[in-house]
Each structure stands twice: as C-alpha cells, then as structure tokens.
C-alpha cells in the first residue's frame, strides 16, 4: 500500500533526524521531511566518520550514526 509506504518512510525520516540532532548534527525540527538541513547533516555525519559523502542514509551511514567508532587515521 503506497500510503502505508509514505508512512513509514516519514517515520523513518523523524527518527533518523532525531538521532542525527542527539549527535549534534543539527537538522532542525524531526518532521519527517528530508530537506536541505536534513542533507547537510547527513552529508557532515559522513564526512565526519570518512563514509562517501552521497547526502543519503544509506545502509553505512545509518550503521555509522547508530554504532558510531572514530574512523582510523582520527
């Protein structure tokens, strides 16, 4: 069901945004909208642990954010 799907996918977004905010990776309000904070934060959580900065959760950077290690070489 494509509305189910949204849903979820909104879910996803807030609680992806609320963790990337605990870490301090400020993307504003979690209001399940991925926007232009939203990617700033992401593309900076990559940078930060050395992932490819793409600007999307991939499955690497959700790892990263949810058991995050300091990259070798920091």
């Given amino acids: 069901d494509l509305h189910l799907s949204l849903r979820r996918q909104?879910?996803?977004?807030?609680?992806?945004?609320s963790k990337l905010n605990s870490l301090d990776f400020n993307?504003?309000?979690a209001d399940g909208v991925?926007?232009?904070?939203?990617?700033k934060a992401v593309l900076m959580l990559?940078?930060?642990m050395l992932l490819k900065?793409?600007?999307?959760?991939?499955?690497?950077?959700?790892?990263?954010?949810?058991?995050?290690?300091?990259p070798i070489g920091l």
Avoid: F
């Fill in 46 to 48: 990559q940078r930060t």
């Fill in 27 to 29: 993307c504003g309000i």
């Fill in 34 to 39: 991925y926007g232009r904070k939203t990617l």
């Fill in 10 to 17: 909104r879910q996803m977004c807030i609680r992806d945004r």
């Fill in 53 to 70: 900065e793409s600007g999307t959760m991939d499955h690497k950077t959700w790892t990263a954010m949810w058991k995050p290690e300091v």
